[in-house]
């Protein structure tokens, strides 16, 4: 299971509607065509496991209080923490 900001999706949409005719051109086109039937609901988007892993490595890297495993797993956790430290506090936004 995943989260996409409705942000992203309405991008991925907003790029489907504009580029619908060439999209079975592009190299990416399949997989951004296999997304958007799963944001509808029709097929789920299977992962391999790099894409799991980058998935999980994004959440843990923004997340601000709480990573949740269901069986007490948080490998990924301590790997991504003690190898760039300034993940353990989330990304900060600067006024300058």
């Known amino acids: 299971m995943g989260f996409l900001c409705p942000s992203n999706e309405a ?10 005719d060439r999209l079975d051109s592009l190299p990416n086109g399949a997989s951004v065509r296999a997304m958007v039937k799963a944001l509808d ?3 789920p988007l299977p992962f391999d496991s790099q894409n799991v892993m980058r998935h ?4 843990v890297s923004y997340a601000e209080q709480y990573i949740i495993s269901r069986d007490e797993n948080f490998a990924l956790v301590r ?5 760039n430290p300034e993940t ?9």
Not at 11 to 20: E, T
Not at 79 to 83: A, D, H, K
Not at 88 to 96: D, L
């Open 79 to 83: 790997e991504i923490i003690s190898t």
């Open 11 to 20: 991008m991925i949409r907003d790029g489907v509607g504009r580029y619908a």
């Open 41 to 43: 609901g029709e097929e």
């Open 88 to 96: 353990k506090r989330g990304p900060r936004f600067i006024v300058g």
């Open 56 to 59: 999980n490595s994004l959440q």
